[in-house]
Every structure is written in C-alpha cells, then in structure tokens.
C-alpha cells in the first residue's frame, strides 16, 4: 500500500522541519507547501503553529489557509491541528485583552492559562477519553508542552446527527483542552514531533487512519 501522501502547511509560523520529519520517520510522504491544490489534494494536511494567536491566523489568511482547512473539512478530509494550530480552530483567541476571530470549528475561547508559572512548559500527562483513537495505548505517557494560553472548556457541539467530540485534558493551573478528536479534524496542544515515542506513536496513529481513505 502506497504512503499516505501528508501535506504541512507552510504559512510562516510553527515547528515544520519538525514536524516535517516526524511525519517521514512514521511513514508518511511529506510535502511542505502552501499550494492550495497539494494542501487539498494530500491524503492528510497539518497545521502547525508557534506565536500569538492573531499573528498566527493572519499568516494563515495570507495564504488561503482559513479556506484551505474550511474545504478539506467540508470534504471530510483529515486535518490535525498542532500547538496554536489547533487553537484558531477555536471561535476566538483573547490575548492581552485583544479578542481575535478564529476558524469557529469549535465553540469557546481560547486565554490565558490561570497558574502560578506561565508559561506552561514541559511534559505533563493527559487524560484521554475512552475510546480514543490517537491516545490508543499510549494514555498513561506523558507529553511536551510549550504555551501559555488554552482552551479551558469545550462545550458541547449539540448536533445530535454527529459523534460528540473526543476532548482529552490536561492540567497546568487548573484543566485545559489537551486534544481533541472530531471526525475528520484533530487537533493537540501538545507538540507530538517534540514528545519522544508518545509522540511517534500518536503521529503513527493518525497517518495509519489516512490508509483507509
């Protein structure tokens, strides 16, 4: 069988050679690119993210990334969200009293963490649902963090048509969203290309899931 063929999203802001590389060493053909037709032709695409939230979504407009990501999901075609990648999926970003739109695939805020230390960084344990596809025999592993703003709640979606999502948590100053697992669209805020063999084992998880396409 043919590799998954995975686009990264190359649109100025987050770790993508290693990311890049980390999809390679678990069997994914990589490409990083901002071409519209590779990003929604990919069997996969990645969205990668490092920095405040409106610089990241105003990268990410500059290439089309916000229609590109909307497309694909429309499609049911898989998208996985990484660090403040997987923020802007969120309806908006409040960063120093500054409230920016985000992709609204998902309902709630994303703020500053409330801890005494920001920012949050390091490894931590997650709380995975159960069922999880991504956390699969890993949910007792620990993972590296880098950030200092979360989602702190995630309400429900409230279409009964649709799987509720799959909201794992994690805990720095009080819960925050760790991953989420919604259909086509997954996301970590965690950096899995960073976390050792968790992180190899959650990227294998998610480029086997693209084979059955």
């Not at 760790?178 to 063999?197: I, M």
Request: aromatic share 8%.
């Amino acid at each position: 069988m043919t590799s998954p063929r995975v686009v990264v999203l190359d649109y100025g802001f987050g770790n993508v050679r290693s990311a890049v590389r980390a999809l390679e060493r678990v069997g994914a053909q990589v490409e990083l690119t901002a071409d519209p037709t590779a990003a929604g032709a990919a069997d996969g695409l990645v969205v990668p993210g490092v920095g405040a939230f409106a610089s990241v979504m105003a990268g990410l407009r500059a290439v089309r990334g916000d229609l590109i990501i909307d497309r694909r999901l429309a499609g049911g075609r898989p998208v996985l969200g990484i660090c403040v990648g997987m923020q802007i999926m969120f309806e908006a970003g409040d960063e120093h009293g500054v409230r920016t739109d985000g992709l609204g695939q998902w309902p709630g805020v994303v703020d500053r963490l409330e801890a005494p230390v920001v920012p949050h960084m390091g490894w931590s344990r997650v709380t995975p649902p159960a069922g999880s596809v991504l956390f699969d025999g890993i949910e007792d592993e620990r993972f590296y963090f880098v950030h200092s703003y979360a989602a702190r709640t995630f309400a429900a979606l409230g279409d009964a048509r649709f799987a509720p999502p799959a909201v794992t948590w994690s805990d720095h100053g009080g819960p925050f969203v760790a991953a989420v697992e919604n259909g086509p669209l997954c996301a970590t805020q965690f950096h899995p290309e960073k976390s050792g063999d968790a992180g190899a084992h959650l990227l294998t998880s998610w480029v086997t899931s693209l084979k059955g396409l």
